[in-house]
């Protein structure tokens, strides 16, 4: 019903910038909330940060004053414009949103993008 496609992840070394977009397509309604997520090797998922459709944001205390996170609603699309990158930035992002889709009535789903490799080099 809904399908997210990430990309922008990539190589970079520390301190440099990386922007990874998500574009959701399919039956939607509406989109509530987006945002990033990530996983690093042997460790958990975790935000990174979040986006309301009116637009308040959040973001994790480790990526605060780096990292942006902005959303284009009439493109369903929700950007992380990362900079200062460093090497503990490296992780798989995840793009997720929280939305309503059309099918026999209004349903509410969480989805999940396929995920997009960041790698920081020191």
């Known amino acids: 019903q809904v399908q997210l496609v990430e990309s922008g992840g990539g190589l970079v070394q520390a301190g440099g910038s990386l922007r990874l977009s998500c574009v959701a397509s399919?039956?939607?309604?509406?989109?509530?909330?987006m945002g990033w997520y990530r996983q690093a090797p042997g460790k958990q998922r975790e935000l990174v940060a979040a986006v309301t459709r009116g637009g308040s944001t959040n973001y994790a205390d480790s990526v605060k004053g780096r990292f942006t996170i902005s959303r284009d609603n009439a493109k369903n699309t929700v950007y992380l414009q990362m900079n200062s990158l460093k090497p503990e930035d490296t992780a798989v992002y995840y793009c997720?949103?929280?939305?309503?889709?059309?099918?026999?009535?209004?349903?509410?789903?969480?989805?999940w993008g396929q995920g997009t490799l960041v790698t920081v080099s020191s």
């Open positions: 997720n949103v929280d939305v309503l889709v059309v099918g026999t009535r209004l349903d509410r789903l969480e989805v």
């Open positions: 399919g039956t939607i309604f509406r989109i509530n909330a």
